[in-house]
């Protein structure tokens, strides 16, 4: 049975090119980047090229701007609680959206308990923040600003580039999560304004664990790990550099293939969101029309449990999720989707389908038949569906 | 020419059965442990087999004691500032001493930033620190003990089991940093009765870049990486899994040879130091003749500049290192050499050499014959070896 991979959010493949160039860098055996001797430099020199490679991809015009994390959450983490901290004198006051990552929400819960002012501003039915809505949040206290790129269970883009516009203004550091984002679709650090960018290597077929924190230069934040001189000082420990050689890679490839990746998708999402309707009834799409995520759906399916559909669509080799990996293991309801306005059982009816390089057209017939299938089944035991259908 | 690593704890090699394991675990491309379906399944199983490895490694009853992190420094972090900020309302005082690794030392200096009282307790000549004045040290504001296992730079291991009877009868919690002695002696938490251990999988040929934290069952300690619930909650963040599953082979290797490698390390350095008298004058081992690491030597050799051999002996392909690779861009004096009484001229004359099971007793010979002549071409050009000399 093959094996189909609609949860590349989750996990992405490594690339055959990354994969080698992981292999590689395993059997040639770097030595620490920070040793003296030539060895040492040899490390250096790899963990630069990928560094700038990654510059690249994001249109840092300096290098140095790159801090390579253990990942996403490291890098929102890091932003979150950095800036807050070192900002302490000037305010304590964050503005943030009510749709975030988990990374960012418990962040921000943290440093709620410890006496930090929160602003969370709500979202429209299809998930986008009102940029005049956080320019009315700021105050002279605020000094922190977190709003996500784009969403990962639903895909709404949000308007970065007109919040940076206010945050500029106002002089609030403006930090944003493109975990999600980064390598799937255009991102340029300098059009979008931001002072800090978190992203993910795995989001664009990196190695899982990677990550890296985009800090624009003279941007204030406390490093979150202390103690060594690495990364320009900004985050010690001894680099993964097996795992970032894979990102720099990773990330030349998606620079270079970014158009036709994004072809690619959104043919495959065109044809999932045409054919539906064939097969299914009692749904909604979530999330954003144009302003979205072209690699991913999310659709909520009535009378139905979105667990069951996934263990169903595992047993016929297709992986999908409920929600977002990270929050598997909590048993709530998706906040994002709370967010949007669908209520609890809509919820929990929910699917998030993330597509990638590896996919096929045939592979989204193969689940639409399916899917049909196991909503019927599950359907049939659904007593919700029957006391509103009959 | 043969290269001859004497750098092992900056950079220890990859054993091939950790590189087969990794790159294996490259090809089989994983999928996210936090997945519900069946290929998160098997990545679940794969980074719990590795959590096994490394708790039978370190004599922990349960594995969910076992956090799995980004490195040695990430662990120190984590536990210093974890368990102060979780512990403020109870206090805010600290103990440590006065050579601990740079990753405690900046965390503690941070916290100190924060309204933390920080009492720090110098060593004697050999590096030791006196439990009994640790004792003294705690007040009833006192809500952590940090004393590393072994130091890595001079390999002095501290009395760590006084200490927790200490830190136990008085209700502290007590973190120990053991990134250099981890896989190089036997380490069991249960006997050095410590409530968080941080290591490094590096240290135990495992990859750089991947460590963790054994934090015992109940002690209180906020997450420095919140986000989703991996890592039984305590570590948020998408796992390299890739070097967790290195890791665990690496664990497994390390349980099963100890006895031999620390045969081996120690034959090694009983040579280089019962033959360091026919090669070098003017030069002193650093650290404690018993109560030290079997695979490491630090020597100050008076009249140099550590810095200088470092280089020299790496144009003959050996590679030593002046201090710890984390301090190296660092240029002040080390602040371990310093705390044990070495003036400032010879703490920059020091060179830390570390062995591992890649070298044989020729490294030693051929390490003793090139420093030889490195030093005395050195002493030529120094001033200060003519005046005192002369």
Redesign the interface.
Known sequence: MK?I?L?HL??N??LPEV?DA??AA??E????P???????EK?LEALNRARASVAHLLNSKHPGEIVF??????S??HAVKGVA?SQSKKGKHIVTSNIE???????I??LHT?GYKVTSIPVDETGRVNPEAIAKAITDETILVSVMHSNNEIGTIQPIEEISRITREKGVIFHTDASASVGVVPIDVQKLGVDLLSF?A?NFYG????GGLYIRKGTPV?P???????EN?KR?????????IGTGVAADLAKRDMESRIAHVSGLKELLLRELPNYLDNYFINGHPEHTLPNMVSVSIQYIEG?SV??M??DEGI????R???????LRASHVLLSVGRDYADAQGTMVLTFGVDNEGEDIMKFLESVKDVVKTLRKISPLYHQDEG
Chains 1, 2 share one sequence.
Do not use: F, Y
């Not at 190695?207 to 990677?210: E, F, I, M, T």
């Not at 977002?324 to 909590?330: D, K, L, N």
């Open positions: 094996h991979n949860d989750s996990a493949p490594l994969q992981m292999i395993i059997r055996d770097h030595g620490n920070s040793s003296q001797h030539s060895k040492g490390a994390t253990s990942g996403g959450t490291e929102i983490n901290l990552h988990s990374a960012v929400l418990r962040s819960k943290r410890m993910a795995n190695p899982a664990g990677v406390w979150l790990l202390e103690g060594g001189v690495q000082n010690a420990g001894t680099e993964n550099l097996i795992g970032v667990e996934v263990l669509l595992d992986a999908v999720s409920t977002s990996a990270c929050a598997a293991g909590s």
